[in-house]
């Protein structure tokens, strides 16, 4: 029997099996973060136990970070002292941080790509649960709790049951207007938001092999909001491209051997996965979320369902829409184009394309906050800044921003916030705020519009 | 990491679905450096009304429901890693969470931090939910070592990885064992 691209890339970093347990798996890169890295500095320190493997280790400040005037001090005393402690903690452990200001600063899962730090057939945890992204190489990525950072960091390992696997296939072709984005929010609302508890899985087909690394991370990114623990798509020609001439990643001979390597993980045909599905591309419309989990999504021409389930009555109440209703036409005061789902540089070549000789509808407070110092950089590169600001748009400073809302980015109560991020949990973008997840196209579309609008007639 | 091998306590009944980290711990109280403090901000949003006044609707609010074990609705910790959620719990003062399914990473943190979340039928929680809510004195009895869950509504058995048993009744963690295993990881990574 064949094997899955997971099972080649799992069954190569098993130490250890326990008996009726889990296994130890080794991991090959520990990204961590200011919020949930601090209780496990603590909690070695009090058990007198070193960082194993302190070069497998890259940090960066990120969730609590203002995205204005990085360059002053953060007002917010807790915010500083998070920062402040992640520093001294790097510093004292011997781990490279990018920190605030640092020109490879920015959101985690954005910046491990961009630097090469993010290879094929590795495993990468971190702890945050959208470190399934990473996933787009072909690599086993996936977010853990705090207590496993001090594991990782104790011995650069995992103990950790082998997840099940799933594939989901999606073949034919997307119709205009339809993004990365819309795919995965259309699986997640066809599937689901605990259809993939207990399994990591696949995206298959050639939707996802003609797809630019950006879109593939924005895939993967979202695997968590139907409960899988990561997802994964086989590394091709189009992801060695893109990881040649990163900084981390091998140079000349050393390079080419690795790629030989990465070539041997696709699934082989005929291997088995636990569950499958698979859907037509021409189906996929621009897609919006109504409610307040990630699974609550509909196309674009589609209108609110009826159910009459409670949780379901309370989601509606929460968003203050109604069964029956079109989300086409609602007027929309926030508009959040971010977070590691979409802040890379195609999400703003994307916008810019779209708001090029438009203006911003003077109602919406549109909040455009790249991913990185790098994607800054090239925005500005490319001209793209410029653009934008001519549209009546201003830039923010790198950062997970009002994705959570952990800093001064919050929307205000009741208002409704079409963003391009990943969840939208009741209070997530700000208490009573209330999200609709979309794609940049979609979100910068109500920037200029100041309401949803049907893009595919746009 | 505290052992726990048998319980006998009432219950807090909250039947709301889908329940995710960011209601059990809303993002801006994750701004601490230590384990601390967390219980006093467990579901936030929910037992205080925005104008910071107590929201007596919210059954954590309601005296009649007292208890170590919480007994919530289906998907319960989904969303965000972050740990704190199970700080916070385990802070207020919760020993179990009772629910017929939960999230898979919630789950390891619970149980990282002597929380036991015990998976039982929809059909049971339906029952068990009920018969809380009429009779707030229902006593539950949780035997790990038995994997038993006895009440008033019935007796179910439940699963719980043989590992991580082993590791809540005697109050061990992860880090001990992986120490442990030190040879056979610098083995692997001479390997590599
Ligand atoms: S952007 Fe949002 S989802 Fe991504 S790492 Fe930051 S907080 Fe998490």
New interface residues.
Partial sequence: MGKTLFDKVWDAHVVDTVKNGPQVLYIDKHLIHEVTSPQAFNELEERKIPVARPDKIVATADHNTPTINQHLPIKDKLSRLQLEQLTKNCKKNNITLYGLGHENNGIVHVIAPELGITQPGMTMVCGDSHTSTHGAFGTIAFGIGTSQVAQVFASQCLLIEKPKSLRVNVNGKLKKGVLPKDVILYIIAKLGTNSGTGYFCEYAGNVFEEMSMEGRMTVCNMSIEMGARGGMIAPDETTFKYVKGKEFASKGDEFDKKVAYWKTLPTDDGAVFDKEYSFDAADIEPMLTYGTNPGMGIKITEKIPLNTDDSFQKSLAYMNFKAGETLIGKSINYVFLGSCTNSRIEDFRIAANYVKGKQKATNVHAWLVPGSQRVAKQIQEEGLDTIFTQAGFKLREPGCSACLAMNDDKIPEGEYCVSTSNRNFEGRQGQGARTILASPLMAVATAVHGKIIDITKH | MEKFIQLTDTAIPL????I?T??II???F??????KGFGDNVFR?WRYL?NGSVNTNFVLNNTEFKGSILVA?N?FG???????A?WALVGYGFKVIISS?F???FK??AL??GLLPLQVSSEFLKKLLQEIQENPSTKIIVDLEKQSLKTSVGNVTFDI????KVCMTNGY???D???S??E??AA??AAL
């Fill in positions: 039947p709301t679905e889908n995710d960011d209601q809303p993002a801006r994750l701004k601490a450096t230590d384990k949003d925005k609705g998907n989904c969303g965000s890693s972050r740990e704190h199970a399914f999230a898979d990473i390891g943190n990282n931090n990885d043989t590992y991580k963690d992860d880090i064992f992986l120490i295993k030190k056979k990881i692997f990574e």
